[in-house]
């Protein structure tokens, strides 16, 4: 049964869905429900500081307690636009120079009023491999971040693969180029992208530079002590399975993803930063950049909550070791204490015939000993080294097209991790999949686990896939452009 109030919703959302075919490039259609739901903290905006060289940071993230846990409060509102140089133009080194002056221009432009916080704007152009070999080919070998001493040459940043629970309907794509915004205010985020791709009459119009390939928004719904804006989005789009989604939570899957201390602290993610990952420290050219991975999951939120109960759903997202949690438990310790290690996860595979998605992970992803940075910091065993940013969506960023988007009843995950070189990126996403990282491989005997069975991953399936370069913001615009004679 629904309420008086769902149904108003729910008409509201589908009265939006319906008028998408008129809407432009802009438009937050069915997310324009969000601002009527509120959910979203009050942050001030503070006077626009110089902003760092690390495009992929955001200023003074703001950090509250719950169940005895630190969590950060990303901006709400996320949105990714895909792109590829447009075919209109002959991109000749004087028409790549021009257009690199005219995208630098116009960034600095929409970027200027508002602070780097999650109130004001930030922004990250992020670069594919194909972008490189096509414009840049007698220069990218040499200046794209290398793995030092590997004979031959390795690269930090790689094309995106299929991974062994992916199917073979996984989309590798090849855009030239992604601008991903971040704010807590929607027209903020609507204001930056129809100056840039929409209103030609606007200063910072570069639209006529590219031919968009995707626009994807999503929300990372504040939860805890405010409604789920998740659940909220996904009762109103009829998604089966939603009204199981837990009142606090931050995410449709019903747990916190910001945890502090599961994501890299500061600049871990940037090339140059940890000794010996990239050729980058101390003057090269991307230093203060990192590698990026942008994938679209769709979410069975209806199978995750219908077939397994509370305690099974946290041993899954965890570790088969996670302590039972009160019932409503929607923020879990994920720090240090609770690494799993290379034995324990071994065990629980062939005593248990069961992974946690963490504790996989984290064989991966987490420091396995003290390091001291390139720039004399001790960073401890156990801190995270990718910085992600997994946000919902409900719609098929892949029905889009710059006159509206896709169905808006479709859950799922716009997933983003920041790292230090993309091999870092497979090796985790290779242990998700049960492959870990000493070779051992938990889809064979004794443990016989299917990839589709580790973890979460039955719940989830990966639809488009691809990496991307992000420079620091001095070479954020057509980088290696400049250099071309």
Not at 11 to 40: D, Q
Not at 152 to 173: H, M
Not at 206 to 220: A, Q, V, Y
Not at 236 to 259: C, E, K, N, W
Request: proline letters at 7%; hydrophobic letters at 40%; charged letters at 20%.
């Amino acid at each position: 049964m629904t309420t008086p109030d769902h149904e108003t919703t729910r008409r509201e959302l589908l009265r939006r869905t319906a008028t998408l075919s008129l809407a432009a490039i802009s438009a937050r259609g069915v997310y324009e429900v969000l601002e009527e739901l509120g959910g979203g903290p009050a942050r001030a905006a503070a006077a626009p500081p110089r902003r760092r060289q690390e495009q992929y940071l955001v200023d003074n993230v703001e950090i509250i307690l719950d169940n005895g846990v630190t969590v950060a409060i990303p901006p709400l509102y996320n949105d990714v636009i895909t792109a590829r140089l447009t075919t209109r133009t002959t991109w000749t080194v004087t028409a790549l120079k021009k257009a690199k002056t005219r995208v630098e221009t116009a960034l600095a432009a929409v970027e200027a009023p508002y602070s780097s916080n999650a109130a004001g704007l930030t922004m990250v152009v992020g670069w594919g491999l194909p972008f490189f070999r096509t414009f840049v080919p007698s220069l990218w070998p040499a200046y794209l971040p290398a793995i030092p001493g590997a004979d031959p040459r390795q690269y930090a940043v790689l094309d995106a693969i299929r991974f062994p629970s992916d199917d073979a309907s996984t989309v590798l794509e090849d855009n030239h180029v992604m601008f991903k915004f971040r704010s807590d205010s929607s027209a903020i985020v609507s204001g930056a992208e129809r100056a840039l791709f929409e209103d030609q009459n606007s200063k910072a119009y570069i639209g006529d530079l590219f031919d968009l390939t995707s626009k994807r928004i999503g929300f990372l719904g504040r939860g805890f002590d405010k409604p789920s804006i998740g659940r909220t989005l996904a009762l109103a789009a009829g998604v089966p399975g939603a009204g199981s989604i837990p009142d606090r939570a931050q995410l449709m899957m019903g747990f916190t993803s910001t945890q502090t201390q599961a994501l890299a602290p500061d600049n871990i993610p940037s090339f140059e930063t940890l000794p010996g990952v990239t050729d980058q420290w101390p003057s090269g050219y991307f230093a203060a950049g990192c590698a990026m991975h942008l994938s679209h999951l769709y979410l069975d939120i209806d199978t995750w909550y219908r077939s397994l109960d509370f305690s099974t759903r946290t041993k899954r997202m965890f570790s088969p070791r996670t302590p039972d949690q009160a019932a409503g438990t929607v923020t879990v310790p994920n720090g240090p204490a609770q690494v799993a290690s290379l034995t324990e996860v071994k065990q629980d595979a062939a005593n248990l015939h069961q992974s946690g998605h963490n504790s996989l992970l984290q064989l991966a992803t987490r420091l396995g000993a003290d390091v001291t940075d390139n720039y004399g910091r001790v960073r401890t065993k156990g801190a995270a080294v990718p910085l992600r940013e997994d946000f919902n969506t409900l719609d098929d960023p892949f029905s889009w097209a710059p006159g509206g988007v896709g169905p808006a009843d479709k859950p799922g995950l716009h997933f983003v991790a920041f790292v230090p070189g993309h091999h870092l990126f497979h090796r985790a996403r290779l242990a998700m999949d049960g492959v870990l990282p000493d070779g051992t491989d938990l889809r064979q005997a004794p443990y016989s686990i299917a990839a589709r069975d580790s973890g979460i991953n039955a719940m989830m399936r990966a639809s488009h896939r691809q990496n991307y370069v992000i420079p620091p913001r001095r070479n954020r615009s057509f980088p290696l452009a400049e250099l071309l004679t």
